[in-house]
């Protein structure tokens, strides 16, 4: 059974860095019908999908965030990581990382990591 | 960026009842790119139905999915106690969006 963890600080200064990992156990991350993403939930809200990124290094970003995320992926390690430059209060959120598999026809994520609470404030 | 616009905001439904909710999408889906996710406070969603109308595993026949093009609809037939919660809808026909929730509340 594949699991996710999000880990990675809770606090985060404005105008800096957020940056979290997700570890995966029970699977590789090398996988070839997985998309790896991070998903954010701003707090009483719905979600918002950030971007993806594939085993080879292979990223897609939501167009919005396009210009301050960043994505990698570390197979030694089965992990990927999420780095969001510039933070604001706005980028508060309970940021999830969730797998993405994908079939002949269909896609969906399952399963999603527990989700990390992260504030952006001084 | 296709929008996924659902409706009602709120259900407010007693155990037993059956629950319809509605997602519209801005442009057309083909039925193969919608799910559904159920979310409960405090948890990660939890994927139900895949391809419109696929239940995932595990997940009771009580739960159905149905529609195409710009309108979808999640059925829950008998309202457990289980399944009051906050469902969204999600489209991967491009990039990847999730509808705004709609809450299943008890009345």
């Known amino acids: 059974q594949v699991r996710l963890q999000e880990s990675g600080p809770g606090l985060v200064k404005p105008s800096q860095t957020l940056s979290l990992t997700c570890s995966v156990s029970?699977?590789?991350?090398?996988?070839?019908?997985?998309?790896w993403s991070w998903i954010r939930q701003h707090p009483g809200k719905g979600l918002e999908w950030i971007g993806y990124i594939y085993y080879n290094g292979d990223t897609f970003y939501t167009p919005p965030l396009r210009g301050r995320v960043t994505m990698s992926v570390d197979t030694s390690k089965n992990q990927f990581s999420l780095k969001l430059s510039s933070v604001t209060a706005a980028d508060t959120a309970v940021y999830y990382c969730?797998?993405?598999?994908?079939?002949?026809?269909?896609?969906?994520?399952?399963?999603w990591g527990q989700g990390t609470l992260v504030t952006v404030s001084s | 960026e296709i929008v996924l616009t659902q409706s009602p905001g709120t259900l407010s439904l007693s155990p037993g009842d059956r629950a319809t909710l509605s997602c519209w999408a801005s442009?057309?889906?083909?039925?193969?790119?919608l799910v559904w996710y159920q979310q409960k406070p405090g948890q990660a969603p939890r994927l139900l139905i895949y391809g419109a109308s696929n239940r995932a595993a595990g997940i009771p026949d009580r739960f159905s999915g149905s529609g195409s093009g710009t309108d979808f609809t999640l059925t829950i037939s008998g309202l457990e106690p289980e399944d009051f919660a906050v469902y969204y809808c999600?489209?991967?026909?491009?990039?990847?969006?999730f509808g705004q929730g709609t809450k299943v509340e008890i009345k």
């Open positions: 999600q489209q991967f026909g491009s990039s990847r969006t």
């Open positions: 029970g699977g590789s991350i090398s996988s070839d019908n997985y998309y």
């Open positions: 442009q057309n889906i083909h039925s193969n790119h």
């Open positions: 969730a797998r993405e598999a994908t079939t002949v026809d269909h896609n969906w994520f399952d399963p």
